[in-house]
């Protein structure tokens, strides 16, 4: 089993930046790939990155390419999402996720493990 908890979320100003971040428990975290997430209110929930359980490869969503980073630190089981130039269409609430497996996948039904989200709000 693992659990997943996210961190970092909150309100800022178009343009600025935020640094999510997810803690994994359990010994696999070094062979699962992980993936972000977000939903917005009355959307369905949309891939946004995810990185190789190897960290040496890495998927962005077109909508966030060249502004979000996805890394990982395997010694602390912790996989982090840097959010640069947000917009306000960024505002979602931001879910970490974990899949079986050492390759990514950007299909939510893919992962295996789901945080409990932290809201991300951009204002114009």
């Known amino acids: 089993q693992v659990q997943l908890v996210e961190s970092g979320g909150g309100s800022v100003q178009a343009g600025g930046s935020l640094r999510l971040s997810c803690a994994a428990s359990?010994?696999?975290?070094?062979?699962?790939?992980m993936g972000w997430f977000r939903q917005a209110p009355g959307k369905e929930r949309e891939f946004v990155a995810a990185?190789?359980?190897?960290?040496?490869?890495?998927y962005y969503a077109d909508s966030v390419k060249g502004r979000f980073t996805i890394s990982r630190d395997n010694a602390k089981n912790t996989v982090y999402l840097q959010m640069n130039s947000l917009k306000p269409e960024d505002t979602a609430v931001y879910y970490c996720?974990?899949?079986?497996?050492?390759?990514?996948?950007?299909?939510?039904?893919?992962?295996?493990?789901w945080g409990q989200g932290t809201q991300v709000t951009v204002a114009s």
């Open positions: 996720a974990a899949r079986r497996g050492r390759y990514y996948n950007t299909a939510p039904g893919q992962y295996d493990y």
């Open positions: 359990g010994r696999t975290f070094s062979s699962s790939a």
């Open positions: 990185i190789r359980g190897s960290g040496d490869a890495t």
